[in-house]
């Protein structure tokens, strides 16, 4: 529901209240605002303007020269390709410096030749929607009334100056889907009274009963049926202040009669239809179900075919109209339209929703029948549209209204005692707390000592009992007025260590880039054991629904893999996927599977895409290695982490490491096999996999913090040639363990094989850091360490320097 706050002003005094401090309060009583558009924020430096002058222009056949007086000493010329600019016209003119939605400013420039000192606007170009602009000026430049002054500020007359507001309703809120409910809300906040439309008294000779006779078959479907008759009138456009209120409500303007039956919509919430008399074909409406394949084509020029669930009203013959839904073609209102048929009526929200869902057909009316309407007002409604055509179209509104009513509407009442509220809501109010509030709401209450009745009014059906009323008065006294407390027993919530971790696995991997996957915990007998480090009996479904989901998994990556595909298949061609879940391995048929939560990723495609920098990286296994380095930091056990070459059912076998915790497999990481690739119609994916029950149950001692160095540190670069087989994470560790505490960093930065090293040998480079963090080393000292160090190597592997 959009609300603008200048037509909101009509009906309550909002004085001292800006649009924000309305959205804060609305919200904190339960009405969602979703946003404030200040169209004028964005537009500055418009003005009327009045053509005086328009030609051709000399150098272009769909440009115009036009001689604009915007308020000035002299005249300026403006080119306008407008298909509509006309001499005479009152126009929206963008000066030099103006700046439209965009951020495009306008300059005074040349157009093939020939000055232009600004723009003439169209209302697209001032940011209004396309849907919402008049069809007269939908493909050209808006034109002013005659009356408006040149030089003025044009946004006021426009209503571009306001400010509108998003409501996001819940169901139950059809009262806020009129401006007059959104003003009784506003009220009730801001205990303000609210004013509403004073209907003027109109009388004629002529009866409305002479011209028109009203018959409802089923008064379930229809308990109220009112038709009222308006002759002469003169269809024309709507006064500019009636077509900017529609606009801002998100409704385009039609033609005056039109326009006012939308304008009621949003005034009152009651769905209105208007006729014209003369090709209504008959003197009688009846309301009746439709007959099975009866046809009708509705104002959107579509024809639609009916059952016997769908409410129509009929001149007695045929269908003229899609009760409460949208009116049809034939009856339309147009130009050469002399009398209307002015229908309002109460119609059944179930039978109006069922038709509305059928056709696929909503519209604003049916979503307010849906929803239900006050029906107190259906009556008023009518008047004052009434009154809105005699003054706008010049009609003359006939005298009385025919009616079909069958319509009860008692009024609902509401006991409640003081005690239970206060129980219910944790307050401590008293008696005059709440008549205050009753006041506020323009409830009617009595008060017999503690025991306060309500009467609703109808406008409010959604309040029945007294938790209603409760709920009502907590949110008006004001929801943060609440005191705060715990039931007795209760600890605070939080979250354990545990959860607390799982929390940084997926802040780190999505930090990374990847993104969570949700896949089934059933697979298929032949799927179910892919990739699975451990393998136990399947776990069958007694009754599955399918093969495919007929097993209990031991492995997230299969389905993990299935996602990858279906991604490729659609041509998203970098796929980063992570999955936190539970594998089952069977513990015989007399026990319940031991259930563990494992985390897997599944990487594709290219992971540094910059083409401006000729930077294009596949993922590679040091992608997903660089990735999995980083969560092991975050989770603090990476000192506890080691790698070493592995190989799994899957995998490929020069492109797999097992995961090692503490000497524990926790885990694998790699590319998975070609076979698997074609199984999987994938190419060039990496897949980890690991038991994060292990990692985030393991005990990490407290993050301890070090000085800056005072003394320099020493680096100095070894290479090494040892047999093709010897790892380099055994040879880091040995150089780790020899350098003692002198030793501060080891890394690996090249590994080569071929000229000038041996058949079967290979040269593994490090870069070693010495420091001691209480003097200055000296060459000795780290000679002395290094010469350990090299002693080690050759004892363990055979190492020699590389010369």
């Not at 009467?455 to 008065?473: A, C, G, K």
Request: overall charge negative; some cysteine; aromatic content about 6%.
């Amino acid at each position: 529901m959009l609300v603008s706050y200048k037509w909101l002003q009509s009906y309550v005094d909002l004085e001292g209240i800006t649009p924000e401090e309305l959205a804060n309060q609305l919200t904190k009583s339960g009405i969602e605002v979703d946003g404030i558009e200040r169209p004028s924020e964005r537009l500055k430096n418009f003005v009327v303007g009045h053509v005086l002058e328009k030609e051709k222009h000399p150098n272009a056949d769909k440009l115009n020269r036009c001689l604009v007086h915007i308020g000035e000493e002299e005249p300026v010329q403006i080119i306008c390709g407008a298909p509509n600019v006309a001499a005479g016209q009152k126009v929206v003119v963008a000066k030099p410096g103006a700046r439209l939605p965009g951020n495009v400013k306008i300059k005074r420039s040349k157009i093939r030749g020939e000055v232009s000192n600004g723009m003439i606007c169209s209302l697209q170009e001032l940011g209004l929607e396309t849907k919402v602009v008049p069809k007269d000026f939908a493909d050209g430049i808006y034109v002013l009334p005659e009356e408006s002054v040149p030089g003025t500020d044009a946004l006021p007359l426009l209503g571009l100056d306001d400010a509108v507001l998003d409501l996001d309703l819940t169901a139950n809120r059809a009262d806020c889907m009129s401006m007059i409910g959104v003003a009784y809300e506003v009220g009730a906040i801001f205990n303000r009274r609210v004013k509403l439309p004073e209907i003027k008294e109109k009388s004629s000779e002529e009866r409305a009963a002479d011209y028109i006779h009203v018959k409802v078959d089923n008064p379930q479907d229809n308990p109220l049926y009112t038709a009222k008759i308006i002759k002469n009138v003169k269809i024309g456009p709507s006064p500019l202040w009636l077509q900017t209120r529609l606009m801002a409500s998100g409704i385009r303007p039609h033609n005056n009669v039109v326009d006012i039956t939308n304008y009621i919509l949003h005034e009152y919430g009651q769905p209105l239809h208007a006729f014209d008399y003369d090709r209504f074909g008959s003197k009688e409406i009846v309301v009746r179900r439709a007959k099975e394949g009866e046809k009708l084509t509705t104002l959107d020029e579509v024809e639609r075919t009916l059952s016997e669930e769908h409410l129509v009203i009929t001149n007695g013959i045929e269908p003229v109209a899609l009760a409460g839904v949208m009116g049809g073609l034939d009856s339309e209102v147009q130009s050469d339209t002399k009398t209307v048929l002015l229908e309002s009526a109460y119609f059944n929200g179930t039978v109006i929703r069922k038709a509305s869902r059928d056709l696929g057909l909503r519209s604003e009316s049916s979503s307010r029948f849906e929803r239900g309407i006050d029906p107190q007002r259906v009556r008023e409604a009518a008047e004052r549209a009434a009154d809105l055509i005699a003054e706008l179209a010049g009609g003359e509104v006939l005298e009385g209204t025919v009616e079909a009513d069958a319509l009860t509407a008692n009024p609902v009442k509401i006991e409640f005692a003081l005690g239970n509220l206060n129980d219910r809501l944790g307050t401590e109010l008293s008696i005059g707390d709440v008549e205050q509030i009753m006041d506020r709401l323009q409830f009617s209450y009595e008060i017999e000592g503690e025991r306060i009745t309500a009467t609703v009014p109808s406008r409010r059906w959604d309040l029945h009992i007294p938790e209603d009323m409760y709920e009502e008065i907590a949110r008006l006294y004001g929801y943060d007025n609440i005191p705060k407390t715990l039931p007795k027993g209760v600890a605070l919530g939080g979250l354990s260590p545990y959860q607390r971790k799982r929390r940084m696995v997926r802040d780190c991997l999505e930090g990374a880039g990847l993104m969570q996957s949700v896949t089934y915990s059933l697979t298929s007998a032949d799927q179910y054991a892919q990739f699975a480090r451990r393998k136990t009996e399947p776990i069958q479904l007694a009754n599955p629904m399918s093969e495919a989901h007929a097993v209990l998994r031991l492995s997230l990556v299969p389905h993990l893999l299935d996602a990858v595909s279906y991604n490729l298949a659609r041509n998203n061609k970098q796929v980063f996927l992570y999955e936190i879940g539970s594998v089952f391995y069977s513990q015989g048929n007399d026990r319940l599977p031991e259930e563990r939560e494992h985390l897997a990723g599944a990487m594709t495609g290219l992971y540094v895409d910059h083409p401006w920098q000729g930077k294009k990286d596949p993922v590679d296994f040091y992608t997903v290695k660089g990735i999995l380095d980083a969560l092991f930091d975050k989770l603090s056990i990476a000192q506890s982490i080691r790698y070493e070459k592995g190989e799994g059912d899957g995998l490929h076998p020069g492109q797999t490491a097992n995961i090692l915790l503490d000497g524990q497999v926790v885990g694998f990481i790699g590319k998975i096999a070609p076979e698997m690739e074609k199984r999987y119609d994938v190419k060039n994916v990496f897949v980890f996999e690991l038991d994060l029950s292990k990692l985030l149950s393991w005990e990490t001692t407290p993050l301890l913090y070090r000085p800056i160095p005072k003394f320099p540190s020493i680096s100095r670069d070894i290479a090494l040639i040892v047999d093709r087989e010897v790892p380099a994470g055994d040879l880091k560790r040995t150089i780790q363990k020899a350098g003692g505490k002198l030793l501060k960093e080891v890394d690996v930065f090249d590994v080569y094989e071929g000229k000038n090293v041996s058949e079967g040998k290979k040269s593994i480079a490090f870069t070693l850091e010495y420091y001691d963090p209480e003097r200055t080393l000296t060459d000795d000292q780290v000679v002395a360490v290094h010469e350990d160090i090299l002693s080690a190597v050759k004892e363990a592997f055979g190492a020699e320097l590389r010369k």
